[in-house]
């Protein structure tokens, strides 16, 4: 039987969210700019490596600076968030940790995967010079354009979700 | 009537569905959205698989609003409420506001787009002043690398001028001292660029001779101008005031820079220099400055071209060896002093470059200044003095000795470690102190600082400090920490007596 999970991306508005979607559910990218309103929501099928099926529900939210600005209905029965941000665009993380302890603290018990996307935009040594802002918090380094770490990202999620 | 216009005019943009607890369509309009009956309406759209656990709470109303519901032909934008009843009939209302919400994502859009487009921009200002910082740090450092061994090497070429050379050697000498001053004067030139990119080429206000200085220019120049045939004419308008306050380094680098251009560029015929007096007002002289010659000429379409630092037009870069920065601190100096330079030419024909700058006018207030600018010339002195150098670069002592002990007034004793210095001044009469501004483990600051808290005696000792640092700041620093005067190398020999006997009388 296969399980349905509801997964819920948040962040700043222009970080890639809708791309990484893009990239996990149809593997294509655009680097056209379009802005989400409201919320779009994708479906795909994984198996994970115990041979289960597990189909998720993933919901492309409107960016936002601020995770406590984003509709309470849309976040209703979430079983597990990903907060991305911009490794090129510094505004995008610099309330990093305040949004995680939100989330954290309206949802002790939901997984929250943090990804710094764009790492194509950004060289290493740039992303160094942030590291004290982002690191320790950081799960996956991504980029929706090259697809780096996009699978892997939704797939370890998905695991800690059965 | 009204139910006619009503009839002809409403729009139903509403759906409704009833679903039972398992999502299973018991009955829909199909008003936007075609669903079969007995269909499960989590089939119809993920989005509704988020109704599975409520469709089990009973007499609950739920909204969501904006959901884009993405079908394979068609996309629409609604609000969705779902109603949940006793009796396990649930109702899902679904109203299309695409046309509503595509406006409101336009809006979206644009505000969206010019915000993260300010923030790269900012980003990439970021970045470039974190360059051009790290550039003009290394330009500061290179240069402070070069400083000992330009010094030297301009001090011993020209002691070695003095001995007895045959022909041979004398020109080689020259060609050294040549070489070694094209190189100071790059690196002043890549530093004065360093400066003025950092905000940090501040003019100095001291009385001057207008006359000695520029008959210390004409004599410098006419000799590199005549010994390449090149006939050079000079007029001087009697006006001209005698005394000016104001930056003579800077107004002799300005009109040197444009008569070695001058130089540089001309194969043939002539070069004229013309400085004469525009007018003065409001105590101030309004200098005009003129360097015209038949050298290979601008094309007009290069005339701002030759402004920007590290330019060098196509029909220049032929053999042409200099760091095309002349002009470029030129035009900084001019417009800092308030003053404006034009250049008109044509190829093949000759340019003139043509500036005006304004000075103050020395008042009588400074009469005294002007008293010692007269008596430039240094006197023999009464007693032979005695002066400590404390510096460890070998080069430098070398160089300072060779000097001092041409001039013959002094005995000189040099320590290379600042640990020694407070016993060595203790321990000798010391007349004069060098100091270098950084040797090893202490700073010219640190070292005269502990010298004047010595007793009331060595308040006194002037402390001339060798600075290889030539910041505003560096010498501001230097000065409050006690020391008298600062020689920033490469510095000649000149300066270096000059300096001496300014404060040995």
């Not at chain 2, 194969?267 to 004229?272: E, P």
């Not at chain 2, 360097?291 to 196509?314: H, L």
């Not at chain 2, 004047?452 to 230097?478: G, T």
Request: proline share 2%; hydrophobic share 40%.
């Amino acid at each position: 039987m296969t399980t349905s999970k509801k997964i819920v991306l948040l962040g700043h508005f222009g970080v890639g969210k809708s791309s990484l979607i893009r990239r996990f559910v149809e593997n294509t990218f655009s680097e056209d700019y379009k802005v989400t309103i409201g919320v779009h929501i994708s479906k795909k099928t994984i198996d994970t490596p115990d041979k289960k099926t597990i189909s998720l529900i993933i919901w492309d939210l409107e960016g936002h600076d601020d995770v406590e600005k984003n509709r309470a209905s849309y976040l209703m029965g979430t079983h597990g968030f990903i907060y991305v941000f911009d490794a090129s665009r510094p505004v995008t993380f610099e309330n990093l940790e305040d949004q995680l302890l939100i989330l954290k603290t309206k949802y002790p018990n939901i997984p929250v995967k943090v990804v710094a996307n764009k790492t194509d935009l950004v060289k290493k040594t740039e992303i160094n010079q942030y590291n004290d802002i982002f690191k320790p918090l950081v799960d996956f380094y991504t980029s929706a354009k090259t697809g780096s770490k996009v699978d892997l990202l939704f797939s370890k999620l998905a695991n800690e979700l059965i | 009537m009204l139910e006619t216009y009503i009839k002809k005019y409403h729009k139903n943009n509403f759906q409704y569905i009833l679903v039972d607890a398992a999502g299973k369509v018991i009955e829909t309009d199909n008003h936007i959205i075609p669903i079969g009956n007995l269909t499960q309406i989590q089939e119809v759209h993920p989005f509704f698989e988020a109704f599975s656990d409520l469709f089990f709470i009973k007499n609950e109303s739920y909204d969501f609003l904006c959901i884009n519901l993405d079908f394979d032909k068609t996309s629409i934008i609604a609000d969705i409420t779902l109603q949940t009843h006793n009796d396990n009939k649930n109702l899902i209302i679904i109203e299309d506001l695409t046309k509503h919400y595509n406006n409101y994502q336009l809006a979206a859009q644009n505000r969206n787009e010019s915000l993260i487009n300010a923030q790269i921009l900012k980003l990439k200002n970021l970045h470039l002043k974190e360059k051009e910082q790290f550039k003009n740090i290394f330009i500061a450092n290179f240069s402070h690398q070069l400083r000992n061994p330009i010094t030297a090497l301009n001090i011993f070429s020209n002691l070695l001028k003095d001995t007895t050379l045959d022909d041979t050697q004398e020109s080689y000498v020259n060609v050294i001292n040549t070489a070694n001053k094209n190189l100071k004067q790059s690196v002043e030139g890549i530093l004065d660029i360093s400066k003025i990119e950092a905000g940090k080429l501040i003019l100095v206000e001291k009385v001057f001779s207008l006359k000695a200085l520029l008959n210390e220019i004409i004599n410098e120049h006419k000799l590199h101008i005549t010994k390449k045939n090149i006939e050079f004419n000079f007029i001087l308008d009697p006006k001209l005031p005698e005394f000016l306050n104001g930056d003579s380094f800077r107004l002799k680098q300005i009109i040197g820079n444009l008569l070695s251009n001058a130089t540089y560029f001309t194969l043939k015929g002539f070069i004229n220099l013309n400085i004469s007096l525009n007018h003065i007002r409001a105590n101030k002289a309004n200098l005009h400055i003129k360097v015209s010659d038949t050298g290979i000429g601008i094309d007009p379409k290069d005339y701002e071209q030759i402004f920007k630092r590290f330019t060098k037009i196509e029909s220049t870069i032929k053999n042409d060896m200099s760091t095309g920065l002349g002009l470029s601190i030129t035009q900084y100096l001019i417009s800092q002093m308030d003053g404006n330079i034009k250049v008109q030419s044509e190829i093949g024909i000759g340019s003139v470059f043509t500036c005006n700058i304004s000075f103050k006018l020395a008042t009588s207030y400074d009469k005294n200044l002007k008293e010692v600018l007269l008596h430039k010339v240094r006197k023999r002195l009464d007693k032979k003095h005695n002066i400590l150098l404390v510096e460890d670069s070998e080069l430098i002592q070398l160089s300072i000795l060779k000097i001092i002990a041409a001039d013959g007034n002094f005995f000189l004793n040099i320590i290379s470690n600042g640990d020694d210095f407070i016993s060595t001044i203790m321990d000798q009469d010391v007349d004069l102190i060098l100091l270098s501004s950084t040797i090893q483990n202490y700073t010219a600051e640190e070292l005269t600082k502990s010298l004047r808290k010595l007793s009331k005696e060595y308040k006194k000792i002037p402390v001339i400090s060798i600075s290889s640092k030539a910041f505003k700041e560096d010498i501001k620093s230097l000065k409050k920490a006690g020391i008298n005067d600062v020689i920033t190398k490469p510095f000649d020999e000149e300066t270096l007596l000059n300096t001496i006997h300014q404060y040995l009388k």
